[in-house]
């Protein structure tokens, strides 16, 4: 498929950092969808992680060629959302939070930019819990009248063909998920 039929089937990519998104990005390439990837991540702290994470997601979108759409950084409103949670495990009630509050704003920009379908690269984590990210993402597609990509990206050996990219790409590598409360595990 030529690259301006493929811009009909553009797809919002909520990208949690720029390790687990590489083989999303490129997944969604071969599979003839155009991503636009986009960083919303108020959960990353402290700030300068989550200026680490936000190039390396740069740095990967440009090898790409695919858009970047980068949104505020907002911790507060992250520590907001999940008052109440802070001593949950981790992939406990204080990360489907988290993948709620990251993922209606990403189907409200989904919404603005006039694209049908988001997904997310959270879902390639083999530390996250797919089925709550793919059951958060359909009700919130629901909600908003749009599609949420359901793609398990970890399969098919998703993991290591993202870590493969980055290591090519030399990519930050975090040790945690983002939030302060999953480095404390």
Not at 85 to 104: A, H
Request: hydrophobic content about 30%; overall charge positive.
């Amino acid at each position: 498929m030529k690259k301006e039929q493929r811009k009909t089937n553009k797809v919002l990519l909520h990208a949690c950092c720029g390790i687990c998104s590489g083989y999303p990005i490129e997944f969604l390439l071969e599979n003839q969808y155009l991503p636009v990837v986009y960083f919303y991540n108020p959960n990353i702290q402290p700030v300068n992680d989550y200026i680490k994470r936000l190039d390396s997601e740069r740095i990967l979108c440009e090898h790409y060629g695919v858009e970047l759409i980068e949104d505020v950084y907002e911790p507060d409103v992250f520590e907001e959302y999940i008052k109440g949670l802070e001593t949950e495990p981790e992939r406990g009630k204080r990360c489907d939070k988290c993948f709620e509050l990251r993922l209606s704003r990403t189907a409200v920009k989904a919404k603005e930019l006039g694209i049908d379908v988001f997904t997310s690269s959270i879902a390639i984590s083999p530390h996250k819990l797919y089925n709550h990210l793919k059951e958060i993402g359909e009700r919130i597609a629901n909600e908003q009248n749009l599609k949420f990509m359901a793609v398990d990206f970890k399969k098919k050996d998703g993991f290591l063909k993202t870590n493969k990219i980055a290591n090519d790409l030399g990519l930050y590598r975090q040790n945690y998920c983002g939030c302060k409360y999953s480095f404390r595990n």
